[in-house]
């Protein structure tokens, strides 16, 4: 294996410049870095890492903890954290609490324990727990998708109730005056936010929402199937449905094909995230796009930035949604309903 030495003696500089091109911690000329870059590329060097961590007490490595990897729209912000890593030159370690809040901290306890740099956070709804454990153990960190408040926090978040908002607004405005709501988790303010935005939403447009059109489910596609099955047993059943993700919408697309009825003809459907399945299911789903991507991406960005300077104030963003207009509604308008 080469050393540091190889890579020097071949390029004809000394130790301490094949040293400043690693770690960029001096201008180096650009003719004498191009020769380093070209000793280490042919003597295949790497720099030893765990040297430089134990030099400088970090790992280049980010901790990100998922609630459930198994939910198309968290693999799609975990790989807007692995680009933006892979471009800053971090490496990740993923913890995947799959919904329950030990698991979470048990997670959290294991990241700390292999010394990363800093942590991103999506948390199960157990935030303030770990939000304390990465305060004892003083670990920089993100919160993602999950909003505190707090003022001395980092976060990154959608505009879920303006998600909520536009997809009730699209409903009221094809004519639609009964429409089900399927909601996520009401502790996850993403799903209370987006259930507020449809209560809001009903009441400007003067209808007071039903109560019998409100069911809870869990973001999982079987409680959306489950939630829509008890809809549709109403005396009164909903003539459109926002669930308050894509998962839950697809659960509940199967309980309308299950009794006999269609969508669009029969009900409207509507979901949330925009998760690559809902271009290629039958019919093609209309739902709120988060830029989840972009989220995650920007989350290892503000925690890059907050490792090197550690005095920078805490920030809050909140990213804008969009409604993406497909196949899943009809109007109602000069129909008979």
Same mark, same amino acid.
């Given at each position: 294996?080469?050393?540091?030495?190889?890579?020097?003696?071949?390029?004809?500089?000394?130790?301490?410049?094949?040293?400043?091109?690693?770690?960029g911690t001096r201008v180096v000329l650009p003719e004498t870095k191009s020769r380093v870059l070209e000793a280490m590329q042919a003597l295949n060097y790497t720099p030893n890492r765990l040297a430089r961590s134990l030099r400088n007490r970090q790992t280049a490595t980010i901790g990100v903890l998922l609630p459930n990897s198994a939910n198309p729209y968290f693999a799609e912000v975990l790989l807007g954290i692995e680009t933006a890593c892979f471009d800053l030159g971090y490496n990740v370690i993923i913890g995947n609490a799959i919904d329950d809040p030990e698991r979470e901290q048990l997670y959290l306890k294991v990241l700390l324990s292999r010394q990363v740099d800093g942590v991103i956070l999506i948390s199960t709804g157990a935030y303030q727990e770990s939000l304390e454990l990465l305060r004892a153990y003083n670990t920089p960190f993100v919160l993602v998708d999950r909003a505190s408040m707090l003022p001395d926090s980092?976060?990154?978040?959608?505009?879920?109730?303006?998600g909520g908002a536009l997809a009730t607004r699209y409903l009221?405005? %094809? #004519?639609?005056t009964?429409?089900?709501?399927?909601t996520g988790p009401s502790t996850l303010t993403p799903s209370a936010d987006r259930v507020t935005g449809y209560y809001d939403?009903?009441?400007?447009?003067?209808?007071?929402p039903d109560p019998a059109l409100i069911l809870a489910g869990d973001f999982q596609p079987e409680s959306g199937y489950a939630a829509c099955q008890k809809l549709l047993r109403l005396k009164d059943p909903p003539t459109a449905i926002f669930a308050c993700n894509d998962l839950m919408a697809i659960g509940a697309l199967r309980a309308i094909h299950e009794a006999g009825a269609s969508v669009p003809d029969d009900i409207s459907l509507v979901g949330y995230d925009d998760i690559p399945l809902a271009s290629f299911i039958v019919p093609t789903l209309t739902t709120v796009a988060q830029p989840s991507r972009? %989220? #995650?991406?920007?989350a290892v960005r503000r925690l890059v930035q907050r490792l090197q300077n550690p005095e920078l104030p805490a920030e809050r963003s909140v990213l804008p949604v969009s409604l993406v207009v497909r196949d899943?509604?009809?109007s109602l308008i000069g129909a008979s309903v």
């Open positions: 294996m080469a050393t540091i030495r190889d890579v020097a003696r071949r390029a004809g500089v000394s130790v301490s410049t094949v040293s400043h091109v690693i770690n980092d976060e990154i978040v959608t505009d879920n109730y303006v009221l405005d %094809l #004519g639609h009964r429409i089900g709501c399927i939403t009903l009441r400007s447009a003067g209808i007071t972009e %989220l #995650g991406q920007m899943s509604c009809r």
